[in-house]
């Protein structure tokens, strides 16, 4: 407090108002607002186009007869809609070839996600050089196509008996999938902290409890990435069913499809209705393992 010449005394304002002023002064401040990427939505607007018109020509096609698909735009709605190719889809074959697909992608993810789990826990746990020698000759398979060594694999299937039977599309598909879902797998458990580990070290359990009471909870979104990519690969396989099998019993959707092609033409709205329905499975397998897929994908990249 200072005093005046009249006498009276003057209030001198405290320390800290001048500071205070200071940092009043920028809050009330407005922040800008960012300018849009208008970029950024026309490429996804284009990009959505591309998606959806072979999708809507795929569905609205489903639902015309021949005669109309030959004469009409193919882009324009159907004027009499019809059922007749998906009770064709039906009646030849179909729920056979179905089946047959259910089962090779239910086995192959189920071999998949039973190995990769306990595999990546190891060498997310274990950091000798074995173990780390061994995953990086594991990644080699990602540079090897089926389509290089189908030979080979014919001949190790026929060793083994297993030639025209659904095994012998589930075990090279399964053995394609592992190093793609080996990597996903392998840096999600890396994201873990290291002191969950030891906390489970100190409680006592072991390696087994550690895997069922820690790792199985933790890695649901890279066991759904693995789950939903394997499954899309085995759904939508061609060459092992191709190869690997002959009879019509043994077919699955991929090989079913050829059913409505003929020297005589193709029956092109009846192949759309099967495609269409074949979509569908690993359709809503995906709407369902979304919330999953990103956070499996980018796991360990962060670091």
Known sequence: MS???SGTPMATPPASAGPAASV???????????KPN???GVLSVIWLVLVLVPLYFMVSGSFRTRQEYLRDNPLKL??????????SVFTGGFGRY??????V????????????????????????????????????????PAQAV?????????????YDTLLAIILPTAAFALPVAML?????LRDIPAELYEAQTLDGAGPLQTLRNLVLPLAKPAITTVSVFTAMGAWNGFLFPLVLTQSREQRTLTLGLQTFSSQFGTNVPGLLAAITLSLLPIFFVYLFGRRYLLGGLTAGFGK
């Not at 179905?98 to 089962?103: A, C, E, G, M, R």
């Open 184 to 188: 996903v797998m392998t840096n999600s």
């Open 98 to 103: 179905f089946l047959n697909n259910i089962i």
């Open 150 to 162: 189908i030979i080979p694999v014919y001949l190790l299937i026929n060793q083994l008996q297993l």
């Open 3 to 5: 005093i005046t010449q």
């Open 105 to 144: 992608t239910v086995g192959t993810v189920a071999i998949v996600v039973a190995l990769v789990v306990p595999a990546a826990y190891a060498v997310a746990r274990n950091a000798s050089p074995m173990v780390q020698r061994g995953f990086s000759l594991m990644l080699i398979g990602l540079a090897v």
């Open 38 to 40: 208008y970029l950024a």
């Open 24 to 34: 009043i002064g920028p809050k009330r401040r407005k922040v800008g607002r960012e």
């Open 78 to 87: 159907p004027s009499a809609p019809t059922l007749e190719n998906y009770e």
